[in-house]
C-alpha cells in the first residue's frame, strides 16, 4: 500500500514521461512533432536540438534548431552541457541538457527528434521516454517524399536513403522502440501517435486543470 503511494508520487513528481521520435530522414517526424505542438498547446514542448548544419528557408534559429558552428558544438560537448550528441549524414546534432530541462520546467511532455544513435545514448540515461519509431510505408515512397520536399542536394539525399536502410534494420531489434508507427496516411499515423501517448497527454490535463 505505502509502495504504491510512494512510487506515485515519484512518478508525480517526475513529471510527465518525454518523448521521442525517431526514424528516417523523410519519415514525418517533424510533421508529426508540429501536429502534436499544434493541437496540444501547453502539454507539449519541443527539445529544441543544436546542430552544425545550415537552416533551410523556413527554419528558426531557436525554434527548430540552435544553429552552430562545430566549433562552439564541440567546446558546449566537451564542457558537459549535452545529453547526447551524435554525427548524421555529415553534420554534428545534440540534445543539450538545458533544452529538455526548459520544456520540464514547464512541466510539459517533452518531445525530442533523434535519429538511431541519440535513441542508443538517450537509453543510459535517467530521461525514461516513449519510444516512438515512425517508419516510412517503403524505401520508394521515402525517398519520393524526400525529393519533394525540396530541402536536400543530391549528396544528401542519397546519404539519408543509406542511413535510412540501416535505420530500418536496426528498428526491428526487439525491446528498442515501444511502439513503430508506419507513416502511410498522415492523419492515421497522427491517431496512433496521439493514442500510444494518451495516458501522458492525460496527466499533464489534469495537473493544468487542478
Ligand atoms: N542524436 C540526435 N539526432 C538528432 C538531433 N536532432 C535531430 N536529429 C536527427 O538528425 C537527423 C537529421 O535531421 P535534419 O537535418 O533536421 O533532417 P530531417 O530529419 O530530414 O528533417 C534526423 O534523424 C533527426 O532525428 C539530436 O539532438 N540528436
Ligand atoms: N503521411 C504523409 N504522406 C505524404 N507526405 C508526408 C506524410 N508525412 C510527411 N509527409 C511529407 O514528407 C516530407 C518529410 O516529412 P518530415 O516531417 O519533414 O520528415 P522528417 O522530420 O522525419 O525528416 C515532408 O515534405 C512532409 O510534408
Redesign the pocket.
Known amino acids: 500500500m505505502f509502495m504504491r503511494y510512494f512510487s506515485r508520487l515519484v512518478s508525480a513528481m517526475a513529471g510527465p514521461r518525454p518523448v521521442v ?6 519519415a514525418g ?2 510533421t508529426l512533432a508540429k501536429k502534436l505542438l499544434e493541437e496540444y498547446k501547453g502539454i507539449f514542448g519541443f ?1 529544441v ?3 552544425t ?1 545550415n537552416p533551410r528557408s523556413g527554419e528558426e534559429n531557436g525554434k ?2 540552435h544553429y552552430v558552428t562545430r566549433e562552439v558544438m564541440q567546446d558546449s560537448i566537451d564542457k558537459g552541457e549535452f545529453i ?3 554525427v ?2 555529415g ?1 554534428m ?3 543539450s541538457k538545458a533544452s529538455v530541462q526548459a520544456v520540464k520546467d514547464k512541466n510539459l511532455i517533452c518531445i ?4 538511431m ?3 542508443r ?1 538517450v537509453k543510459t540515461t535517467d530521461l525514461n521516454p516513449i519510444y516512438v519509431y515512425i517508419q516510412p510505408p517503403s524505401l520508394t515512397i521515402l525517398e519520393k517524399r ?1 525529393r519533394d ?1 525540396k ?2 542536394s543530391e549528396e544528401s539525399l542519397q546519404k ?1 536513403l543509406e ?1 535510412a536502410q540501416v535505420d530500418m534494420e536496426i528498428c526491428k531489434e526487439p525491446g528498442i522502440f515501444d511502439i513503430i508507427i508506419v507513416n502511410d496516411d498522415l492523419d492515421n499515423a497522427y491517431a496512433k501517435l496521439k493514442q500510444a501517448l494518451i495516458e501522458e497527454i492525460e496527466k499533464v490535463q489534469k495537473i493544468n486543470s487542478s
Open positions: 521520435l525517431s526514424g528516417p530522414s523523410g517526424k517533424s527539445s536540438s543544436h546542430t548544419r527548430d534548431y547526447e550528441s551524435a548524421f549524414s553534420n546534432y545534440g540534445t525530442l527528434d533523434i535519429d544513435q541519440g535513441v545514448a524526400l520536399r530541402t536536400e539519408r542511413a
